[in-house]
């Protein structure tokens, strides 16, 4: 079992910048792949990003690359979404995930079997 803990959300200005954290406990953390989703009100939950154990290979869906960045600190169990030049738009709950597979980098809600409790994202235009 995993436990993720997300933190680091709040409200921004349009163009601002957030860093999200999410501490995991549980099993072996760094095997895991580890992601991010985000749901906004009245919207499906979206991927967002998805790092490899090693933090060799990541994944990002098209409306954050270039202003997203995903990493991880294996030594404090930790992964972080770096969000630059916020939108209105980019306003939602973010989720960390992780699952044992990345498989490419895997862009489905489903494919995840550990998801933390979610941190609001609010950007003002």
């Known amino acids: 079992q995993v436990q993720l803990v997300e933190s680091g959300g709040g409200l921004v200005q349009a163009g601002g910048s957030l860093r999200l954290s999410c501490a995991a406990s549980?099993?072996?953390?760094?095997?895991?792949?580890m992601g991010w989703f985000r749901q906004a009100p009245g919207k499906e939950r979206e991927f967002v990003a998805v790092?490899?154990?090693?933090?060799?290979?990541?994944n990002y869906a098209d409306s954050v690359k270039g202003r997203f960045t995903i990493s991880r600190d294996n030594a404090k169990n930790t992964v972080y979404l770096q969000m630059n030049s916020l939108k209105p738009e980019d306003t939602a709950v973010y989720y960390c995930?992780?699952?044992?597979?990345?498989?490419?980098?895997?862009?489905?809600?489903?494919?995840?079997?550990?998801w933390g409790q979610g941190t609001q994202v609010t950007v003002s235009s």
């Open positions: 995930v992780a699952d044992r597979r990345y498989l490419g980098g895997k862009t489905y809600a489903s494919q995840y079997d550990y």
């Open positions: 549980g099993r072996t953390f760094t095997t895991y792949a």
């Open positions: 790092i490899s154990w090693s933090g060799g290979s990541t």
